[in-house]
């Protein structure tokens, strides 16, 4: 294990971060608020930190995936817990476990809060609140990658251990190229939905937030009713860049380089396009009899089907009060999640065509025992190794969510309610149903379920297997022969 890179690592993210929180300090200074005198004395102490603690540079600066996985669980926790300091030491959100949660909630993207009512919060807070969405959506080592030179050659190990899907690859050649053509795209479509959401007569603050809980499928949002107040023209154009944003960022690299026919061909952004469609198609006629007319039915599963399946968490309306048939879908969506390599989360539709295409060739197998049938995507095979790491995946899924569903069902909230706050959150959606609907909070549930469930967002967010690592037994004895630089 590589302790001096890991500390250099961690030293640079602190950093990052403290450079960060300088942000909400400036909104503080233009609301004049004292908050943001906490949020600069923070910035300050996290930088000074991170730069002890990344000053001098290790001899050996490779990262192999154990490193690559253990940096990557310390580094989201150790920005949680810091971040979440300012709201607990304003006393904006009174308990360390709450403000934790929240902070969690925020750069996970999942949009679960244990707030009432965000509206009592200033500014500042507000603004890191929604921001912490917009960090975490594209992942703090990317942009670490994207920033700061760092040797090695292994540092796809880094961008693999964060970013979410079954297989993570370079856009180009170079990790860092890779890193900031990613980020431009995010800042880019981040950009554009702040300017559309502006013409529609949408406060600039509270444009920015917005779009930041957009960007990064987050969902928490500047208004206690989420967006349920908002015009029909800012829901559209928030559903829209859902839709955008849950889509796989290699889509828009074609795109970028004129690779047209590589972009349409890619299976997995026609199948979540299909599957979105044929979702707003079945919930809009079912939730007809409640809106009474076709367009307002259309619009709000348009929006609530947007934002479930990219694990966006925002709502426009309660749709906790919908039919069966709608809440049994959402709940579907819920685990189908968005694309690999989006900002979105739950499952991945990658893995689910990946799954199905399995099944196909057992069934194949059966009826022609002998037969030798290779698994496709896009045209090209699909190795084993990632039909078995999506096997291992779903496996370790269920095992994770039975165990936090027991832990989370001893608070005796009700079946319902303990099943969709664990999916809620180990899939990075935020809502769920019924006492944590859209309407409803998390800050009923005891201190140990919301532990459980701040492991299962930071779990969920980070592909379980990075915060599965931090309690492997073997992971800190160093031997040469347990360090396999996976190329």
């Not at 602190?14 to 233009?30: F, Q, S």
């Not at 253990?70 to 817990?81: D, E, Q, R």
Request: hydrophobic residues 50%.
């Amino acid at each position: 294990m590589n302790y001096p890179m890991i500390i250099n690592i961690l030293g640079h993210v602190l950093r990052i971060e403290g450079i960060m929180m300088l942000l909400p300090a400036l909104v503080g200074l233009v609301y004049q608020e004292s908050t943001g005198w906490v949020f600069l004395v923070m910035a300050v102490g996290l930088f000074l930190l991170g730069f002890l603690l990344s000053f001098k540079k290790p001899k050996n600066s490779t990262i192999y995936l154990k490193e690559g996985c253990v940096v990557t669980a310390l580094s989201w926790v150790l920005m949680s817990f810091f971040g979440a300091l300012p709201f607990y030491y304003t006393q904006e959100i009174p308990s360390l476990v709450d403000a934790f949660f929240e902070t969690v909630s925020g750069f996970t993207t999942t949009g679960a809060s244990i707030m009432p009512n965000v509206e009592i919060l200033c500014h500042a807070s507000q603004f890191w609140r929604c921001f912490t969405h917009w960090i975490g959506g594209m992942g703090v080592l990317v942009f670490l990658l994207a920033v700061i030179p760092m040797s090695g050659g292994s540092n796809i190990n880094l961008m693999r251990a964060e970013s979410p899907g079954p297989s993570v690859g370079k856009l180009v050649p170079k990790m860092r190229q890779t890193a900031r053509l990613l980020y431009l795209i995010y800042f880019t479509l981040t950009a554009t939905e702040v300017l559309f959401l502006v013409i529609g007569k949408m406060p600039i603050f509270d444009s920015i937030c917005s779009s930041f809980g957009t960007a990064g499928t987050g969902g928490f949002g500047v208004k206690a009713d989420s967006m349920a107040s908002q015009t029909p023209y800012i829901q559209w154009v928030i559903t829209i860049f859902m839709v955008l944003f849950g889509i796989n960022f290699n889509f828009y690299f074609f795109l970028l380089y004129k690779y047209f026919k590589k972009a349409f061909r890619m299976s997995e952004v026609r199948v979540y396009l299909a599957i979105i469609l044929g979702s707003i198609a079945v919930i809009t006629f079912n939730i007809l009899h409640i809106f009474g007319n076709l367009a307002t039915s259309f619009r709000h599963a348009s929006f609530q089907v947007a934002s479930i399946i990219t694990t966006t968490g925002f709502a426009s309306t309660d749709f906790d009060i919908w039919p069966e048939t709608s809440r049994a879908l959402l709940v579907i969506l819920m685990f189908v999640g968005a694309c690999a390599g989006s900002t979105g989360g739950g499952i991945k539709v990658s893995r689910f065509i990946i799954l199905v295409k399995t099944l196909g060739k057992e069934l194949k197998s059966y009826v022609h025992p002998k037969s030798v049938t290779k698994i496709t995507m896009d045209g090209s095979p699909v190795e084993h190794e990632v039909v078995r790491s999506v096997n291992v995946y779903i496996i370790t899924f269920l095992i994770i969510f039975t165990t936090s569903f027991l832990l989370v069902s001893l608070d005796n909230k009700g079946l319902i309610t303990s099943f969709s706050a664990v999916a809620a959150t180990i899939n990075n959606i935020g809502p769920g149903l019924e006492l944590v609907g859209p309407t409803q909070n998390f800050a009923h549930f005891s201190v140990l379920s919301k532990f459980v469930m701040i492991f299962d967002m930071l779990a969920g967010r980070l592909e379980l297997f990075p915060m599965l690592m931090l309690f492997h037994p073997k992971l800190y004895i160093t031997k040469p022969l347990l360090s396999k630089k996976v190329k």
